[in-house]
């Protein structure tokens, strides 16, 4: 038994004690100076101390890629699958366990290539869960590839002419996907618009799909900075049912209200335009959700044996 696990076991016991940030860190995160994903991390960190989620009841499942490393940086139960599987491990583990709190990371890569069928279907099935899709535009563990959200143009290794084609909107995606329920994105350097999306998104009922602009400044360090050196160029969405944070800098003075039940301007909101918008774009907690649609009740010790019973009464001779 390692470390990590002595101590999950430890506090299972503890249930009234409180938790502080650090009881949730695990390690040292390995990613490169300056790298979002430590943003997002520390986001993540205040998410469960505000919530003050136990950590035996907290589960975090990626997939691959630099971000789905970040099982390994939290003191919860993690699962560090394959590449574009998570949503399925985590589809899996709520339905036996809800009590949980499932939280699912992802890359661009991860999710918007090779996980795409999972993305469409988990949105679609409404489970509840907050699947956390971190875009820096590129497959940065694979050493600068060009993905599915990489600008049009942009070189990597494996189009160093530029990438062929336009980049893949996953907010279009998932507002285009039936029964989608909550679509939001936030910016890994505006920390106290992260926290806030991540509440937003945890409170939800359902299926709740964060994207969150990441920055990689080993290999795409040229995608967000206009946007972070021009604040003009980034408008809030706000509303009571949405993200509203009063303490981000002056300078972002563009905001607008937008109802997030309003699922046809969520989705003319979503389209590019030379804005880059950030907050909650639709949010419904009337849709079916996956678990509750399916579930069923486990027959108990009597009724299994009876069962059992019935069938073996079958070869009786
Ligand atoms: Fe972060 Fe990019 Fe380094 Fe990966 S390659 S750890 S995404 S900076």
């Known amino acids: 038994m390692n470390d990590f696990t002595c101590s999950l076991l430890s506090c299972a016991t503890d249930d009234d004690r409180s938790w502080g940030m650090d009881d949730y860190g695990a390690g040292v995160a390995k990613w490169c100076p300056g790298c979002g994903d430590h943003a997002v991390l520390t986001a993540v960190e205040r998410l469960l101390e505000l919530e003050q989620l136990p950590p035996e009841r907290t ?3 990626s997939g691959i890629g630099c971000s789905s490393r970040f099982p390994h940086y939290l003191r919860t139960y993690g699962f560090h699958g394959l590449h574009g599987r998570a949503l399925p491990v985590a589809t899996g583990i709520r339905l036996r366990r809800p009590d949980l709190h499932i939280f699912v990371v992802m890359g661009d890569g991860d999710c918007c290539s090779i996980g795409t069928a999972h993305w469409i279907h988990t949105t679609r099935y409404n489970p509840r869960m907050v699947a956390i899709m971190l875009d820096n535009g590129v497959y940065g563990l694979t050493k600068n590839q060009t993905s599915p959200t990489s600008p049009r143009g942009r070189a990597s290794n494996t189009q160093p002419r530029g990438a062929f084609m336009p980049p893949i909107n996953p907010l279009s995606v998932t507002l285009g996907v039936t029964n989608a329920s909550f679509v939001a994105q936030t910016g890994d350097w505006l ?9 937003a998104a945890f409170h939800h009922h359902g299926f709740a799909f964060v994207r969150i602009l990441q920055r ?12 972070m050196r021009s604040p003009d160029a980034v408008e809030l969405l706000e509303h009571p049912d949405g993200v509203t944070v009063s303490d981000l800098p002056a300078a972002y003075r563009n905001r607008r209200t937008h109802d997030p039940r309003d699922l046809h301007q969520a989705r003319r909101l979503a389209e590019p335009d030379g804005k880059i918008r950030l907050g909650v774009f639709y949010r419904n907690e009337d849709l079916p959700v996956y678990e509750e649609v399916r ?3 486990l027959p108990t010790t009597a009724e299994k044996v009876a069962l059992l019973n019935k069938e073996l009464d079958r070869y009786a001779v």
């Open 216 to 227: 990689c400044p080993q290999y795409t360090d040229d995608l967000y900075k206009e946007v």
């Open 295 to 297: 579930a069923v009740p």
């Open 191 to 199: 920390p106290g618009h992260l926290v806030a999306t991540l509440q």
């Open 59 to 61: 589960m975090f499942v």
